[in-house]
């Protein structure tokens, strides 16, 4: 990118922004370093661009923005990226509890879930899960629920689907077992809905896709 204007580009006010919102793209790339980028000066930026988990086509597109300003410059030619499924092997683990809300207030303990609340879990790096994982094989258990009511377990960089992933009634322990996507991050998001109250959630790892 050649800066044509007359003002320097800085890193905390500069990027190359995607037009495309969302994954699988991102959303921003800032100035390599710690780069002033004077009138007249040129300036190449480096774009990580990840696969997304569905295969379909993408557009690919980029123009420079000045953050809460304007964007300018013109945009790139849009690219259309074709994205086509693989096979995913599954591999198994050692049965490992990666989620007890039963646990003191951490990233995988308490507090339990609230009625129509959505919570994020990162499930790469723990129970054996690795880096290149794309989904995760989990057996689910729900635990003292105040009423009726479900668990969604869905990626959380697409809407959460119709299909609950686990039915509970009111003061029963229930339990069931489900194949998870991941975000590209590696992030899975539990909805819990349900009338009222809170319900406990655990979580025991079974295996690995990818």
């Known amino acids: 990118m050649k800066n ?10 500069y990027r190359l922004g995607s037009l495309v ?4 793209w991102g959303s921003r790339v800032e100035l390599p370093g710690n780069a002033s980028i004077l009138p007249g000066q040129q300036v190449s930026f480096t774009v990580s661009a990840v696969a997304p988990q569905s295969a379909g086509i993408f557009a690919f597109q980029w123009e420079m923005v000045q953050e809460l300003v304007e964007w300018f410059g013109g945009a790139s030619p849009i690219a259309n990226v074709t994205v086509t499924a693989a ?20 990233a995988y303990g308490g507090p339990a879930l609230s009625s129509r609340e959505t919570r994020l879990f990162a499930m790469r790096g723990v129970c054996g899960i690795p880096s290149t994982a794309r989904a995760v094989v989990l057996n689910m258990a729900a635990l003292y629920p105040g ?14 689907p119709p299909i609950s992933s686990l039915n509970y009634r009111a003061g029963f322990l229930r339990s069931n077992n489900q194949i998870v996507t991941l975000s590209s991050s590696g992030q899975m998001a539990v909805f819990a809905n349900q009338g009222s109250g809170t319900v406990q959630l655990i979580v025991d790892v079974a295996g690995y896709l990818q």
């Open 4 to 13: 044509t204007g007359t003002t320097t580009w800085t890193k905390a006010n």
């Open 21 to 24: 919102s969302g994954d699988p």
């Open 87 to 106: 096979p995913l092997k599954m591999f198994s683990v050692s049965p490992c509890r990666a989620i007890d809300t039963r646990n003191p207030s951490g």
């Open 147 to 160: 009423s009726d009511g479900y668990f969604v377990f869905y990626p959380p960089n697409v809407p959460s």
